[in-house]
């Protein structure tokens, strides 16, 4: 209940409509389009949970949370909370028992194809996954550059890197850095765009191929987010295996993924393990997975650095 209305509240842009302070409902549902009983009850809804804050009767305001649906927030959260609620998306987590019962995607069942097969058939459902990927690696981007220290770093070339947030981000903390940002054709002309915005045009590219063939060559560090996660053990190790023959001889791997916790242990990446179930053919891992994987690889597994998100950052040293 609570994530379709958070889903309702982000596609009709309510936060920005109240970002420089509070409305009253009739002029707040004559802005978004809608009809002002209906806003009125969703807002009182998500107030009730600490997102927006009713005032004088029918006037809102912006709460923290609320302050996360904003589309100029650097922290964003819109674009991954309209993923969430769409209906494409939605409709798989209906047939999750599909996945629990035949062990496959119910994502397949559904649509007929794989997901990573579907998206560039489907550019709204496309660019909406996108958008969620950069929104949610905004939100996470803070907390891992306070984490993991880049400063011994010549080279970054982030596999995967979407759009290029997390590596721009980098770029702008660590002046002595380059990037190179790899990606699908369809997707590494976002990153260029944000490339010239930032102004970092002489100390990064993006490049667009396919991980699974090969990946740029020269960097002494590869950062994953969100990406190994996608794969089963063969396809994650053909990745892994190419960071390590393309990097260079002293290099490292930093996989940025939610480490699953041993026992009855709360953990967001529990609940995430489920999405993959349902949408894809892989599992989130644990370190000793991980350290598994990294060894096949030519990695040795060095260290798990928490974040304050639930983001871990899995550092692994070349092996020759």
């Given at each position: 209940?609570?994530?379709?209305?958070?889903?309702?509240?982000?596609?009709?842009?309510?936060?920005?409509?109240?970002?420089?302070?509070?409305?009253?409902?009739?002029?707040?549902?004559q802005?978004?389009?809608?009809?002002?009983?209906?806003?009125?009850?969703?807002?009182?809804?998500?107030?009730?949970?600490?997102?927006?804050?009713?005032?004088?009767?029918?006037?809102?305001?912006?709460?923290?949370?609320?302050?996360?649906?904003r589309?100029?927030?650097?922290?964003?959260?819109?674009?991954?909370?309209?993923?969430?609620?769409?209906?494409?998306?939605?409709?798989?987590?209906?047939?999750?028992?599909?996945?629990?019962?035949?062990?496959?995607?119910?994502?397949?069942?559904?649509?007929?194809?794989?997901?990573?097969?579907?998206?560039?058939?489907?550019?709204?459902?496309?660019?909406?996954?996108?958008?969620?990927?950069?929104?949610?690696?905004?939100?996470?981007?803070?907390?891992?550059l306070?984490?993991?220290?880049?400063?011994?770093?010549?080279?970054?070339?982030?596999?995967?890197?979407?759009?290029?947030?997390?590596?721009?981000?980098?770029?702008l903390?660590?002046?002595?850095?380059?990037?190179?940002?790899?990606?699908?054709?369809?997707?590494?002309?976002?990153?260029?765009?944000?490339?010239?915005?930032?102004?970092?045009?002489?100390?990064?590219?993006?490049?667009?191929?396919?991980?699974?063939?090969?990946?740029?060559?020269?960097?002494?560090?590869?950062?994953?987010?969100h990406?190994?996660?996608?794969?089963?053990?063969?396809?994650?190790?053909?990745?892994?295996?190419?960071?390590?023959?393309?990097?260079?001889?002293?290099?490292?791997?930093?996989?940025?993924e939610?480490?699953?916790p041993?026992?009855?242990?709360?953990?967001?990446?529990?609940?995430?393990?489920?999405?993959?179930?349902?949408?894809?053919?892989?599992?989130?891992?644990?370190?000793?997975?991980?350290?598994?994987?990294?060894?096949?690889?030519?990695f040795?597994?060095?260290?798990?650095?928490?974040?304050?998100?639930?983001?871990?950052?899995?550092?692994g040293?070349?092996?020759?």
């Amino acid at each position: 209940m609570t994530t379709q209305a958070l889903s309702v509240a982000a596609k009709l842009g309510i936060a920005d409509l109240l970002k420089d302070g509070p409305i009253e409902t009739n002029e707040l549902a004559q802005a978004a389009g809608v009809q002002p009983r209906p806003l009125y009850r969703l807002l009182r809804a998500l107030a009730s949970v600490g997102v927006f804050a009713e005032e004088d009767k029918g006037w809102f305001r912006l709460t923290p949370l609320a302050e996360l649906l904003r589309s100029d927030a650097p922290n964003s959260l819109r674009g991954f909370i309209i993923f969430m609620g769409s209906d494409w998306h939605w409709r798989v987590w209906e047939d999750l028992e599909y996945s629990v019962k035949k062990a496959q995607p119910a994502f397949e069942h559904i649509y007929g194809k794989p997901f990573f097969e579907y998206l560039p058939e489907n550019p709204a459902q496309a660019k909406t996954f996108h958008d969620a990927m950069t929104s949610f690696t905004a939100s996470v981007s803070a907390a891992l550059l306070e984490a993991y220290d880049f400063s011994s770093v010549t080279q970054l070339v982030d596999v995967g890197g979407g759009h290029g947030h997390l590596l721009t981000a980098a770029l702008l903390k660590y002046p002595q850095m380059k990037g190179v940002v790899f990606d699908a054709t369809s997707v590494v002309g976002g990153a260029q765009e944000l490339i010239a915005e930032q102004g970092l045009e002489a100390r990064c590219t993006a490049i667009a191929g396919d991980f699974f063939e090969s990946v740029p060559t020269g960097g002494d560090a590869y950062i994953m987010k969100h990406i190994i996660h996608d794969w089963q053990d063969e396809k994650a190790l053909k990745i892994l295996r190419n960071c390590q023959q393309a990097m260079t001889e002293n290099g490292k791997v930093l996989v940025v993924e939610m480490v699953i916790p041993e026992g009855n242990a709360p953990s967001a990446g529990k609940l995430l393990d489920l999405e993959m179930l349902a949408f894809l053919h892989s599992f989130e891992r644990t370190e000793a997975e991980y350290r598994a994987l990294y060894e096949q690889a030519g990695f040795e597994l060095t260290r798990v650095v928490a974040t304050q998100s639930p983001y871990s950052v899995i550092e692994g040293v070349r092996r020759e």
